[in-house]
């Protein structure tokens, strides 16, 4: 079993900033990539960043130059650093970890709960 939880959300004014944070733990045998996404009422869950397996780094057009995608690989723990938030940035976040539990184990998708991020204007 893996399991991922974020922590670091909250209500903030517009031009301020939130870090969030992504743990996963369990049965990690390796990690294929990692990320985070977002999603509001009625619309489908979009992708922010992420980080793909050869360790690059991809970012929504939305979010590029104010999000930062990071992670202490030791820890199995990657964050969000969002600054010079808009209110259109809110919405519930998510974080997802791609893993192997064990070295025959194909890939799996792993969610969190979901932190709520909400930015007033």
């Known amino acids: 079993q893996v399991h991922v939880v974020e922590s670091g959300g909250g209500e903030v004014q517009a031009g301020g900033s939130l870090r969030l944070s992504c743990a996963a733990s369990?049965?990690?045998?390796?990690?294929?990539?990692m990320g985070w996404y977002r999603q509001t009422p009625g619309k489908q869950r979009e992708l922010v960043t992420t980080?793909?397996?050869?360790?690059?780094?991809n970012y929504a057009d939305s979010v590029k130059g104010r999000f930062t995608i990071s992670r202490d690989n030791a820890k199995n723990t990657m964050y969000l650093q969002m600054n010079s938030l808009k209110p259109e940035d809110t919405a519930v976040y998510y974080c997802?970890?791609?893993?192997?539990?064990?070295?025959?184990?194909?890939?799996?998708?792993?969610w969190g709960q979901g932190t709520q991020v909400t930015v007033s204007s």
């Open positions: 997802k970890y791609v893993v192997a539990e064990t070295l025959w184990s194909p890939w799996g998708d792993y």
């Open positions: 980080f793909t397996t050869s360790g690059n780094t």
């Open positions: 369990g049965r990690i045998f390796r990690v294929n990539s």
